[in-house]
Nanobody, 116 residues
Framework: QVHLVESGGGLVQPGGSLRLSCEASTTVVRLYTMGWYRQTPGKQRELVADISPGGGIDYADFVNGRFTLSRDEDKGSVYLERNNQQAEGTAVYFC??????????WGRGSQVTVCS
Protein backbone atom coordinates (compact mmCIF):
# COMPACT_ATOMS: atom_id res chain seq x y z
CA GLN A 1 0.00 0.00 0.00
CA VAL A 2 1.25 3.44 -0.93
CA HIS A 3 0.74 6.22 1.60
CA LEU A 4 1.14 9.86 0.69
CA VAL A 5 0.98 12.49 3.43
CA GLU A 6 0.85 16.18 2.63
CA SER A 7 1.86 18.92 5.04
CA GLY A 8 2.66 22.61 5.00
CA GLY A 9 -0.72 24.09 4.21
CA GLY A 10 -2.61 26.67 6.21
CA LEU A 11 -3.13 30.42 6.10
CA VAL A 12 -0.84 32.46 3.91
CA GLN A 13 -0.89 36.21 3.55
CA PRO A 14 -0.95 37.70 0.05
CA GLY A 15 2.62 38.04 -1.08
CA GLY A 16 3.78 35.35 1.33
CA SER A 17 5.54 32.09 0.58
CA LEU A 18 4.26 28.56 0.61
CA ARG A 19 6.04 25.22 0.76
CA LEU A 20 4.06 22.02 0.67
CA SER A 21 5.62 18.67 1.44
CA CYS A 22 4.50 15.20 0.40
CA GLU A 23 6.02 12.34 2.34
CA ALA A 24 5.97 8.98 0.61
CA SER A 25 8.84 6.51 0.63
CA THR A 26 12.20 6.42 -1.11
CA THR A 27 10.96 3.62 -3.40
CA VAL A 28 7.80 5.43 -4.42
CA VAL A 29 9.53 8.74 -5.05
CA ARG A 30 12.20 7.05 -7.17
CA LEU A 31 9.91 4.81 -9.22
CA TYR A 32 6.61 6.72 -9.50
CA THR A 33 5.62 9.86 -11.34
CA MET A 34 4.90 12.23 -8.46
CA GLY A 35 2.58 15.14 -8.93
CA TRP A 36 0.86 18.02 -7.19
CA TYR A 37 -2.74 18.81 -8.00
CA ARG A 38 -5.08 21.44 -6.68
CA GLN A 39 -8.83 21.74 -6.38
CA THR A 40 -11.14 24.64 -5.59
CA PRO A 41 -14.86 24.36 -4.74
CA GLY A 42 -16.99 23.54 -7.74
CA LYS A 43 -14.02 22.82 -9.98
CA GLN A 44 -12.25 19.68 -11.05
CA ARG A 45 -8.92 18.74 -9.61
CA GLU A 46 -6.16 20.03 -11.87
CA LEU A 47 -2.50 19.25 -12.27
CA VAL A 48 -0.05 21.86 -11.06
CA ALA A 49 3.18 19.99 -11.80
CA ASP A 50 4.65 16.51 -11.85
CA ILE A 51 8.06 14.87 -11.93
CA SER A 52 8.92 11.62 -13.70
CA PRO A 53 11.20 8.93 -12.25
CA GLY A 54 13.88 10.24 -14.58
CA GLY A 55 13.59 13.71 -13.10
CA GLY A 56 11.75 15.51 -15.88
CA ILE A 57 9.35 18.14 -14.53
CA ASP A 58 6.21 19.32 -16.29
CA TYR A 59 4.21 22.33 -15.20
CA ALA A 60 0.65 23.21 -16.13
CA ASP A 61 0.29 26.17 -18.47
CA PHE A 62 -1.27 28.35 -15.78
CA VAL A 63 1.81 27.97 -13.55
CA ASN A 64 3.82 30.43 -15.63
CA GLY A 65 6.84 30.21 -13.35
CA ARG A 66 4.94 30.76 -10.12
CA PHE A 67 5.40 27.25 -8.64
CA THR A 68 8.50 25.12 -8.22
CA LEU A 69 8.38 21.37 -7.77
CA SER A 70 11.33 19.50 -6.31
CA ARG A 71 12.13 16.03 -5.10
CA ASP A 72 14.38 14.58 -2.40
CA GLU A 73 14.80 10.89 -3.12
CA ASP A 74 16.76 10.21 0.06
CA LYS A 75 13.93 11.62 2.15
CA GLY A 76 11.22 10.04 0.02
CA SER A 77 9.54 13.40 -0.42
CA VAL A 78 8.41 15.86 -3.05
CA TYR A 79 7.77 19.56 -2.52
CA LEU A 80 5.82 22.38 -4.08
CA GLU A 81 6.90 25.93 -3.48
CA ARG A 82 5.52 29.28 -4.44
CA ASN A 83 6.56 32.78 -3.53
CA ASN A 84 4.29 35.79 -3.76
CA GLN A 85 1.09 33.90 -3.06
CA GLN A 86 -2.08 35.48 -4.36
CA ALA A 87 -5.77 34.81 -3.68
CA GLU A 88 -6.05 32.49 -6.68
CA GLY A 89 -3.67 30.17 -4.85
CA THR A 90 -6.40 29.25 -2.36
CA ALA A 91 -7.18 25.58 -2.89
CA VAL A 92 -6.78 22.09 -1.53
CA TYR A 93 -3.48 20.71 -2.77
CA PHE A 94 -3.14 16.98 -3.32
CA CYS A 95 -0.08 14.83 -3.76
CA UNK A 96 -0.31 12.03 -6.31
CA UNK A 97 1.87 9.07 -7.12
CA UNK A 98 1.38 7.06 -10.29
CA UNK A 99 3.14 3.82 -11.08
CA UNK A 100 4.27 2.74 -14.55
CA UNK A 101 1.50 0.12 -14.49
CA UNK A 102 -1.10 2.84 -14.07
CA UNK A 103 -1.95 2.62 -10.39
CA UNK A 104 -2.65 6.03 -8.93
CA UNK A 105 -2.48 6.99 -5.26
CA TRP A 106 -3.61 10.18 -3.56
CA GLY A 107 -2.90 11.91 -0.33
CA ARG A 108 -5.75 13.40 1.70
CA GLY A 109 -4.92 16.93 0.64
CA SER A 110 -3.70 20.06 2.34
CA GLN A 111 -5.79 23.23 2.47
CA VAL A 112 -4.06 26.47 1.54
CA THR A 113 -5.94 29.69 2.17
CA VAL A 114 -4.54 33.00 1.01
CA CYS A 115 -6.01 35.87 2.99
CA SER A 116 -4.95 38.92 4.89
Amino acid sequence: QVHLVESGGGLVQPGGSLRLSCEASTTVVRLYTMGWYRQTPGKQRELVADISPGGGIDYADFVNGRFTLSRDEDKGSVYLERNNQQAEGTAVYFCNGQSNSGFSYWGRGSQVTVCS
